[in-house]
């Protein structure tokens, strides 16, 4: 008798790029460029950035549906915002427990600056077969050319990070976490 297959853990990884004619990555890159925000500086909760802050919430949103989330009950909100240069790892905080982390590219380096999800079960202790065609279950890489208004989304215990970038100007994203929070009673 053959055995049955049940796959458990998927693990998505949103993207959603900008509308034509949206100006948030340049509105960002000219909010960064003024100085407004050191590299480390924190941005959630600025007013600056409240564009940008109802366009990460509108996409985990649609995150949250999909995940089936009890929107009744509670909501995302932007909990943490940081602009970052290539070649900057994000490395998940592993006791904030937030559903969702994310990268936004405000502006992409020339070469380089790939972002990149690694394999959680990728251990050093885990002894991986050879394979003879690579599946969503046996990559242990997934790479994404940066693309300025790009907004990726996933989960935030996966292990992220941005390639370097050539020499010349580095790009910039903006990484950030989502946090469910509470909804008042009606």
């Given at each position: 008798?053959p055995?049955i297959r049940?796959d458990?853990f998927p693990?998505?990884?949103?993207?959603?790029?900008a509308?034509?004619?949206d100006g948030?990555?340049a509105?960002?890159?000219?909010l960064?460029?003024?100085?407004?925000a050191?590299p480390?500086?924190?941005l959630?909760?600025r007013?600056e950035?409240?564009?940008?802050?109802?366009?990460v919430l509108?996409?985990a949103?649609?995150v949250?549906?999909?995940?089936?989330w009890?929107?009744?009950?509670?909501?995302p909100r932007?909990?943490r915002a940081?602009a970052?240069?290539?070649?900057?790892a994000?490395?998940?905080?592993?006791?904030?427990a937030?559903?969702?982390c994310?990268?936004?590219?405000?502006?992409?380096?020339e070469?380089?600056?790939?972002?990149?999800?690694?394999?959680?079960?990728?251990?050093?202790t885990?002894?991986?077969?050879?394979?003879?065609?690579?599946?969503?279950w046996t990559?242990?890489?997934i790479t994404?050319?940066p693309?300025?208004?790009?907004?990726l989304l996933?989960p935030g215990?996966l292990r992220a990070g941005v390639?370097p970038?050539?020499?010349g100007?580095p790009?910039?994203?903006?990484?950030?976490?989502v946090t469910?929070a509470?909804?008042?009673?009606?």
């Open positions: 008798m055995g049940e458990w693990t998505s990884i949103w993207y959603f790029d509308e034509p004619g948030t990555a509105a960002l890159a000219a960064l460029a003024g100085g407004a050191p480390a500086g924190e959630a909760g007013a950035i409240a564009s940008f802050t109802a366009l509108r996409n949103l649609e949250a549906r999909f995940e089936r009890d929107l009744e009950r509670a909501e932007l909990a940081v970052v240069a290539s070649g900057s994000h490395a998940p905080d592993p006791g904030a937030l559903p969702l994310g990268v936004y590219v405000v502006s992409a380096p070469k380089g600056g790939s972002l990149h999800f690694d394999d959680p079960r990728s251990l050093p885990v002894s991986v077969p050879p394979v003879v065609e690579y599946t969503p990559f242990r890489r994404y050319a693309v300025p208004g790009r907004m996933f215990w390639e970038a050539a020499a100007a790009g910039v994203s903006i990484h950030f976490s469910v509470a909804r008042e009673p009606a």
